[in-house]
């Protein structure tokens, strides 16, 4: 599997692109957004400075690297990025996304994830995983409308927000061995001290 050629996807309203060195002040504004980054484990972004650092380290970096789909989404309409999708290469081929605010409620984040797990499949991915703090059941709905399939909860000492989180994992399996469960997570939870 070759993810360094990652395809441009398109759907009937969005264009999924990777990230540019032109997405900075667009990145900034994803990421600077207390409430669009309550749920996610790192700070929200504090200056174009740390943007940059973040665009560079996060996504044009990792464009040469096998690590998996990263991609900005765009409208069509103007093709500046409102929000992201991941998929990791690696095990467990974890799910993530973010949109701005402005955009929430509109089955974007869905329409998204969709065109990159279909990309993902094609290209033999043989499951995702994808988690949600218990806190932000919209995130789970997400979830479960792309399919996916609730699988365990676990706990995690979030870094660097350094809280303790409950987690809901749910998971898709793309090659057809529908019996399989990740259960790294849950071990993870299993070996931790305390």
Known sequence: MDFTN?????TERLLLRR???NDLYALFAIHSDKEVNTYLPWFPLQSIEEASLFLKERYLDTYSQPYGYRYAICLKSDNLPIGYVNIDANE????????????????IV???ANAVIHQAKKDGIPYITATHDIKNPRSGNVMKRLGMLYQ??????WQPKDILTTFRMYQMNLDGQNERVYKGYMEQTLNQPG
């Open 92 to 107: 467990p081929h974890d799910l993530g996304y973010g949109l701005l605010k402005a955009f929430w409620r509109n089955g």
């Open 19 to 21: 990230f540019t060195e």
């Open 6 to 10: 990652t395809p441009t996807l398109e």
């Open 152 to 157: 365990y909860s676990y706990k995690e000492q």
């Open 110 to 112: 869905t329409e998204a």
